[in-house]
């Protein structure tokens, strides 16, 4: 059997025909179509998801289930999604209607969840007892693992290390609180600390693209040696480390995978986020989690939706 | 069979016999003289736990194992105090020296670990399937806790609730670090902050107390309306509201509980604290945990010591 997974972001949608042990077969996209009614971009779905399946030289028949992986959030159990901001999606009922189209089971999950799952049941986490999950992009996601399982909570609502607090006076954050962690260690905050460092070297690389400065201009600005880029990229690595010095003070994983945009970086990133979680751990004598780069990149959105129907 | 529970504090070494549902049939108690060498302490631990028996009608024949909870750092999978700075131990060999004297398995954990699992197996969070322990007292210790049994990570650090990174440029840590959740949310940090209210407030009638001020005198200083205790008192809320959302966002247990000195507070502290985590949880209208006080207080170091052998 082959498994249909499904990325649901806000400009396309992106299916994958995969197989039980989490490799793309064969894939296929279109655009979401945001703005139009959530009827007509789930029956685009299906569409793909179908291309996606002929194209890896399979039929319907050889399908056991559909995933779909969700930028907001969907109830695991239900498969509604209960927000989704990007979409303007509210109480949409997606497993009922997927199902209606395609006559296979549908699971729906949060598409932080959906990468984590992914690498621990095919990437770089796999085979480990216990997982978090951290993408690095416009926010922060997260995803914690046991035993190759998702751990939804007792609420379902589990998972969202983007918004521990972490500076309780600091930056304002989108979701009406003040200092989350997303705030310091996503894409969006090398953006803002990188113009911060510009403010204080003003003939810095940085000025040129001031306007439209991204995560990636301040890294490769930062492996120049530009002053701005390096002190704005060494406060973004400290911050990262402590957040994960703090999950690992709750949870204890055995092992942190880092995804998303900024996990790009490669060893630029990893090199001191492994040195400072190191220094500013709790049990400084004690042995501590792996901290990887995510192995499956952009492919886990598919990878992980699709697993979904395997557990 | 009976369950010997020992809760080795930093004055008193107290000692119960306690039954397999976690009751305590007798207890006895002695000063811990923790300057001494390690040895004798662990003699007299052994010598107050038959004094305990004895006082329960029972004999040391009855009794299936015993369990220590230590202010510091024990191995569960060892029994080695590995630190303990109140005591002035290192690398002590607990289990071993225990076993030695009183021929019975010995375990050992973590105080706040211990008081956590005893809540879970006998006390307020009885019968849920995931709960957080917080401990607000000199520091802040905690205890994530699954399907009744201690989480402690893969690497046995897990459950440091305390040194969750709260407020990452603000008071310093005696761990090294800055910002920790214990220097907002633990009886130390509500002297401080009642201390700076006093600041603002010289006409309180916490002046009186400044030198020797205690948690406990801002509690009921707040009680009565005083300006200072109450902003204080307050402030202190929010920190803990602040971190139990955060720790919400991480694992979503079933319930919270705490203990500690501050939880002695009662209804005056339960109320804020779950109006303000309904206020700041990042997912406004989802169901969210319970909070509840500990219900065995001083009780929880030996009831769950005693049951580290019943699992």
């Keep these: 059997m082959i498994y249909i997974g499904i990325d649901l972001g806000g400009t396309n949608i992106a299916a994958g025909a995969v197989s039980e042990e989490g490799r793309i077969l ?45 930028p907001g959030y969907a109830d695991p159990d239900t498969g509604v999604v209960v927000f989704c901001t990007n979409l303007g999606w509210h109480d949409v009922p997606l497993r009922e209607e997927l199902e209606g189209c395609l006559h296979k089971p549908v699971y729906a999950d949060n598409d932080a969840n959906v990468a984590g799952f992914a690498e621990a049941r095919a990437g770089v986490s796999r085979g480990t007892h216990s997982s978090v999950f951290l993408t690095l992009g416009t926010g922060v996601g997260g995803c914690f693992i046991i035993d190759g399982k998702i751990w939804y909570g007792a609420h379902k609502v589990a998972g969202e290390m983007g918004h521990v607090i972490y500076n309780f006076d600091g930056e304002p954050c989108t979701c009406g609180a003040t200092g989350c962690f997303e705030r310091y260690a996503s894409a969006t905050a090398l953006i803002r600390i990188g113009k911060e460092a510009l403010a204080r070297h003003p003939d810095s690389v940085l000025a040129a693209k001031k306007e439209t400065l991204t995560a990636r201009d301040v890294v490769d600005a930062a492996r120049t040696g530009d002053a701005a880029a390096c002190e704005a990229f060494d406060a973004y690595t400290t911050h990262l480390a402590n957040g994960i010095s703090s999950f690992i003070n709750v949870v204890d994983p055995e092992i942190f995978v880092l ?15 492994r040195r400072k979680v190191e220094e500013s751990r709790f049990y400084k004598t004690l042995p501590f989690p792996r901290i990887e780069l995510s192995e499956l990149g952009n492919d886990a959105g598919i990878i992980g939706a699709a697993l979904l129907g395997t557990v």
Tied chains: 1, 2.
């Design 26 to 70: 064969a894939q296929a996209s279109v655009p979401t179509g945001a703005q139009r009614p959530w009827r007509e971009v789930i029956r685009d779905m299906a569409e793909v998801s179908l291309k996606a399946v002929e194209a890896s030289g399979h039929s319907l028949d050889d399908v056991a289930s559909v995933g779909v992986g969700v």
């Design 259 to 273: 995804g998303g945009g900024v996990s790009k970086a490669g060893a630029f990133l990893l090199d001191p986020v």
